[in-house]
């Protein structure tokens, strides 16, 4: 069925999956201008779980379980189209290198992470073990780097890898629980975390190794993005969007769409793409 | 469309408990929008991730859509965790299978069905000396691994009463005591 598209206006957004759809809240600043928030995309077979956004062609990506595939589609108006179909169980994370034109994401029965270009051609599997409930996915494409969670219950963590699955280490493994959501902030170069085991959120500077609590107490969340001061996670307990002003380290806003079911994945459509290039960009 | 001048420009949605649907301009389908807890789909019609069901019953009876049942071997922190239509389980743990986690893998032995226990399902780890299976060969519920000649223990490590010298492949001997000297 063709499902309904409404283009989005420029800008930049949050998008995050809410079962059957891509909702977007329109940002103003650092403030969620709640009163336009919309379904961008009716996918109502679907159970969509992760997002992300190629701010080059203004496209939006998404994992979906209920028939495991990859799709996109364009933020301006269009077609959903399926982009990896076979020999998927269940996607969970995906992350897009706007740079190298490339799409990663996560596979939590397959346990692996694998890397395809945008258009799925190319596809190959970059790592394959050690991973128990792998999840959230990101990138530094001006750097090069992979970061990823593993919500195994046994033994949490965060590691980092260079894109090619090379150079594979361990960031963050002590005083986790279930870290289900990742973010990275260009500017600040700090990768986030939202901890619905420890109820904490957290980040810590990749390259120094320092660590440092955002927030505590938060209640149970899946998602995470970030954008300039604030990150807005998404919670399954409270069924919204929360916004959290990360240098305050408290709570500034929420959206709580009128559906009440569990929010998924959540990411920032910026209205241009972050400067900073790499050798695959260029080369 | 309201904007046609007929009585029935506008319909009622066709979707459950009167929630609100809209209708999508260039096709003229309908989506309903704000489907009843637990359901999802354009009419409605398909249960959400965590639960499972046929609520309007498009593959025999209706089912109302119910959390998914896996015997408390899946993981509430996992997603897409039961079919949402059969109800099968995707993500049993605990070397628990079946359609509910409801069994030990093969390989394994115990009672899936527990709620107490700290380890439901324990791996077979027949002794390689004293079965005559394969040592991941066990019976589901006991554990019994199949023990070659005179050979006892759940998995198969050790003599009978009488016997001696457990050899892999062969099993035990007799023990050879004189029935005078001994005391038993």
């Known amino acids: 069925p063709r499902p309904d598209v409404h283009p989005l206006p420029p800008g930049t957004h949050l998008l995050f999956a809410q079962s059957g759809r891509i909702e977007h809240v329109p940002l103003e600043g650092h403030d969620m201008k709640k009163e336009d928030a919309k379904a961008v995309l009716h996918l109502p077979e679907k159970v969509i779980i992760g997002v992300a956004y190629d701010c080059v062609e203004k496209m939006v990506y998404w994992t979906e379980i209920t028939s495991p595939s990859i799709s996109k589609a364009s933020i301006q108006g269009g077609e959903p189209t399926e982009v990896i179909r076979s020999d998927l169980d269940s996607p969970e994370g995906i992350a897009v290198d706007h740079l190298g034109r490339t799409l990663f994401w996560t596979d939590s029965v397959k346990d692996r992470i694998e890397v395809a270009s945008l258009d799925g051609s190319q596809r190959r599997v970059i790592i394959d073990s050690d991973l128990v409930n792998p999840r959230a996915i990101i990138t530094d494409p001006p750097n090069g780097n992979l970061y990823w969670t593993d919500w195994n219950r046994d033994a949490p963590k965060i590691e980092t890898s260079y894109m090619d699955g090379s150079n594979r280490r361990v960031l963050v493994k002590d005083d986790l629980g279930l870290p289900n959501g990742l973010t990275y902030d260009p500017q600040s170069s700090m990768l986030c975390w939202a901890d619905a085991g420890t109820h904490k959120m957290e980040c810590t500077h990749p390259a120094r190794g320092d660590r440092r609590q955002v927030m505590e107490g938060i209640q149970y969340p899946f998602g995470i993005t970030s954008f300039g001061k604030n990150i807005y996670y998404t919670d399954w307990r409270r069924d919204a969007v929360v916004a959290v002003d990360r240098y305050a380290g408290k709570e500034s806003d929420q959206f709580q769409p009128q559906k009440r079911t569990k929010l998924y994945g959540i990411t920032t459509a910026y209205a241009q793409c972050p400067s900073g290039q790499n050798y695959c960009a260029v080369n | ?184």
């Open chain 2, 1 to 184: 469309n309201a904007l046609i001048g007929t009585p029935g420009d506008c319909q009622p949605c066709p979707c459950p408990d009167r929630t609100s649907c809209s209708q999508i301009a260039e096709t003229g389908q309908v989506v309903c929008t704000n489907c009843p807890a637990g359901r999802t789909g354009m009419r409605c019609q398909m249960c959400e991730d965590g639960y499972y069901g046929d609520p309007l019953g498009q593959s025999g009876a209706a089912r109302p859509c119910a959390r998914c049942d896996c015997n408390g071997n899946v993981d509430f922190n996992a997603v897409g965790i039961c079919d949402h239509v059969t109800g099968r389980c995707l993500k049993c743990l605990g070397h628990t299978e079946g359609d509910q986690c409801q069994r030990c893998r093969r390989g394994f032995y115990g009672d899936a069905l527990n709620q107490t226990a700290v380890q439901k399902c324990r791996a077979c780890s027949c002794n390689p000396a004293g079965t005559s299976g394969h040592v991941n060969e066990c019976h589901p519920q006991t554990g019994d691994c199949r023990c070659l000649g005179h050979v006892t223990g759940r998995d198969c490590s050790y003599c009978e009463v009488g016997f001696f010298n457990l050899q892999p492949g062969v099993g035990c001997e007799r023990c050879k005591c004189n029935p005078i000297g001994s005391s038993s």
